[in-house]
């Protein structure tokens, strides 16, 4: 008789079995399991769960999530034919680690149902159209590279250049809507992750958020299985009616565990030492998200890559860049410039974020970009210490004006479309104008409640814009 009750009871049922042979460290060989499949879920005589990772001829290859000091000789239980996570609307606003298991103090987690964590993407025929914005509260953003609800867009950048402030931004920008925001977070030290939960707590964001924590100290694993935890988390609740934001922070640690297992395991390295199917372990897990058909529902993906000295044509940030919608990218050249969030608006693009924009923001988008293309070039014709032509002048008054004007801290968001568009509209209006950015800002937030129709642009953008340059000039 086992000490286990529950492997008891699987064994009792007659589920396939086999004994451990081989150990090294959370990889296991186990002999037996005849007719198992690969990422089954298994349960080892102790209690602890397991992983079916590869299937030889003499053994199979398992990873236990639980512990890296598995006793040779003892015993193992099949599951499930998939490996599974409890799902349900109790994980909402707790902390947890890649097993459901609660980090946060706050008792038990009541949920009712599991979800497969390897499951295929929608077909075609099961999504809609993307056309909804999400809004990120950053102007930058939603103005230059609109996100979609549904949408895959990429976030890259170097070490220290503002991501994961930004992508604190766009959770606090839920508040008050409907939008549940899951933080997956891989592979972080104990000051990131204390930094992100006393913001989510302080702002009351953690009301609409899921965090699952996997830390720099956590088993390979489990560190293995966080995204898709994650993923399998909020697709419970998108099938569920729920539009979800699925925040993946970072891929660049989940693809250096992965490549590590693969190199224990003994897989054939690939470029940069990665195993072969390292596009299509990511590639299988973002094709996740989009919009259903079935109830307009969409799960927003926002995958996190680190890119050291901004070098973005390595393997992994090509890999990531061909499998989603578009990306944003900080920059540290810009980021030292004191521009935040340092984006980098060349190399930034959003292949479906015209498709939710309307005429007017479309047309100040576009604006906005020729300014910002002519305040670089000006920029950097300035150095030459010539005298400048009045064009030339013109567009870095004015460029220097919109980067002033673009520039948040975490603490600062523009939820309103009305609040962006106000303050863009007066921009492009300045011309040759001294503005008070500062002022312009507030009187944004003021206006943009009086902003009814399309026609009301116009005369308030008229007023706020003498009143601006009537402050400065005092």
């Excluded at 002999?31 to 602890?48: A, D, M, T, W, Y």
């Excluded at 299937?55 to 639980?66: A, D, R, S």
């Excluded at 293309?373 to 567009?395: I, N």
Aim: with cysteine.
């Amino acid at each position: 008789m086992f000490d286990n009750a529950f492997f008891q009871k699987l064994v009792d049922k007659g589920n396939t079995t086999g004994q451990v042979i081989g150990s090294d460290r959370f990889l296991v060989k186990v002999k037996g399991l005849n007719g198992i499949g690969i990422n089954s879920q298994v349960v080892f005589e102790s209690g602890q769960l397991g992983m079916v990772k590869s299937i030889h001829e003499e053994y199979v290859l398992v990873l236990n999530l639980e512990s890296e000091d598995t006793p040779l000789g003892s015993f193992v239980a099949l599951n499930s034919a998939q490996i599974s996570v409890n799902v349900g609307d109790g994980l909402i606003g707790r902390v947890i680690n890649p097993l459901g298991k609660p980090l946060d103090g706050k008792g038990s987690i009541a949920t009712k149902s599991t979800w497969p964590l390897f499951r295929q993407a929608p077909g075609i025929i099961e999504r809609e159209l993307l056309k909804d914005q999400l809004f990120s509260g950053v102007i930058a953003v939603d103005s230059l590279f609109p996100i979609v609800m549904g949408q895959r867009i990429a976030i890259l950048g170097d070490t220290k250049t503002g991501k994961s402030s930004f992508l604190l931004q766009v959770s606090n920008n839920q508040k008050g809507t409907n939008n549940i925001v899951v933080h997956v977070l891989i592979g972080k030290r104990q000051v990131e992750i204390d930094h992100l939960l006393r913001n989510l707590n302080e702002t009351g964001a953690i009301n609409h958020s899921i965090v699952i924590i996997a830390n720099i100290f956590d088993s390979l694993a489990q560190t293995y299985i966080a995204p898709y935890v994650g993923c399998a988390i909020a697709e419970f609740l998108w099938n569920n009616g729920r539009d979800v934001i699925i925040i993946y922070d970072d891929i660049s640690s989940h693809a250096k565990v992965y490549r590590e297992i693969g190199l224990l395991c003994g897989d054939n390295p690939g470029r940069e030492s990665y195993p072969g199917d390292m596009f299509f372990a990511h590639s299988t897990l973002l094709e996740r998200a989009g919009k259903l058909a079935s109830n307009s529902k969409t799960l927003t993906a926002l995958p996190v890559v680190v890119t050291p000295n901004d070098d973005i044509t390595a393997l992994l940030p090509t890999n990531i860049m061909s499998i989603t919608d578009g990306q944003i990218i900080f920059d540290l050249e810009t980021f030292k410039q004191n521009v935040k969030p340092a984006i980098n608006s060349g190399l930034s693009v959003s292949r479906v974020g015209g498709r939710a924009q309307n005429e007017r923001q479309k047309l100040l988008s576009a604006a906005l970009f020729k300014r910002l293309a002519e305040y670089r070039q000006a920029y950097e014709f300035a150095h030459f210490g010539s005298e400048l032509t009045p064009e030339v002048k013109q567009s870095l008054q004015l460029g220097s004006l919109i980067q002033e004007a673009l520039r948040q801290p975490i603490s600062e968001l523009y939820s309103s479309l009305e609040q962006q568009l106000v303050m863009q509209t007066i921009l492009m209006s300045a011309g040759l104008l001294k503005l008070n950015v500062g002022l312009l800002k507030l009187q944004a937030r003021q206006a943009a409640p009086n902003v009814k129709t399309d026609a009301d642009f116009e005369p308030i953008c008229k007023q706020l814009l003498g009143q601006s340059t009537m402050e400065t000039n005092v």
